[in-house]
């Protein structure tokens, strides 16, 4: 009789099996089982690209209200539901008024969302800007989300078992004003937390998103401040330019008024030194013409920051 692995028998109700117990093998049939020869045939369905579709077997589709009713219980206020090729996302407000993005790892997808497309053709931000928020969330929260412009969010998550992230861009499939994103020209980053995490552990989760939270806002604020520091200097660099530039324009205009004084007292000028004379006012004009249309640039630069200067006063 040949010996077989004896299979793992679960425990039944008013039976203990111990250790120094001895079961006997199963007896070995002597009478030969037939195999029966199934024949595969190829299936003329046509099955979606796995990129552009959510596994609808092992993803639970459940009703808004059940999961909004969830969230508000632990303090988060839903702004938007936001779903990729792979990932689902709710854009919410916590307890602290704070904007986060909720990563549902939970194998559950809410009804009535927005659909984003992976667009990584469109990767504006740059590989430090990227980084640098990265490394500023730490290890508190799961990821990063970029929102740049009104249409487009960049996504860097972490990564179960090291640190590394991983990044995509994505894009919504159709041009609307109610994706709740930052407005356009403008990069404000946004921590990602887990549901499943919210569910074991909310206190922990609030804690360690403020403190992302603002970390990120501190960066953003000393940046954007030497950002401005720098448009100070630019500015004094552009008045200081603007000013060698017209006694440039001074100098070469005396310059010329002194050839042409000297070929009208020249009995007989050169007919070159006549050409370049006439060749010379015209480039002077020229120039200073290319640098007075500069003029329309720097008053739509002043029209553009007055308006952010009285936006910032009625909002703030």
């Known amino acids: 009789m040949t010996d077989l692995n004896l299979p793992v028998l679960p ?158 861009n994505y894009l919504f499939n159709h041009n609307s004003q109610s994706h709740n994103l930052t407005f356009d020209g403008c990069v404000i980053t946004y921590p990602v937390i887990k549901l499943s995490e919210i569910r074991v552990n909310p206190g922990l989760v609030l804690c360690n998103t403020d403190l992302v939270t603002r970390r990120l806002r501190n960066t953003e604020d000393s940046y954007e401040r030497q950002e401005l520091a720098n448009t100070d200097c630019a500015l004094d660099q552009l008045n200081e330019a603007l000013c060698v530039f017209k006694q440039t324009c001074n100098n070469s205009t005396h310059k010329l008024m002194t050839n042409i004084q000297h070929l009208r007292e020249c009995p007989e000028p050169s007919y070159n030194d006549l050409v370049k004379s006439n060749d010379d006012i015209i480039k002077l004009i020229c120039v200073m013409k290319k640098v007075a249309s500069k003029k329309k640039d720097i008053e739509r630069l002043t029209y553009e920051i007055e308006e952010l200067t009285q936006y910032l006063s009625c909002q703030i």
Do not use: W
Not at 65 to 82: A, S
């Open 11 to 168: 425990v039944l109700p008013g039976i203990s099996l111990s250790s120094s117990q001895k079961i006997p093998p199963f007896p070995v049939s002597k009478t030969p089982v037939p195999i029966k020869k199934v024949k595969f045939v190829k299936s003329s369905i046509e099955i979606p690209h796995p990129k552009l579709i959510l596994e609808e077997i092992s993803v639970n589709v459940i009703d808004n209200n059940d999961l909004e009713n969830e969230l508000k219980e632990f303090g988060y206020h839903i702004i938007n539901k936001i779903a990729t090729p792979k990932l689902f996302f709710i854009k919410a407000t916590n307890k602290k008024g704070q904007k986060v993005y909720i990563y549902i790892d939970t194998l559950e997808i809410p009804k009535n969302h927005d659909v984003m497309l992976i667009d990584d053709n469109n990767n504006l931000l740059s590989y430090s800007t990227k980084h640098g928020a990265y490394n500023c969330s730490g290890t508190d929260v799961s990821g990063i989300v970029f929102e740049y412009g009104t249409n487009s969010i960049c996504t860097i998550m972490r990564a179960e078992n090291d640190l590394k992230f991983a990044e995509r």
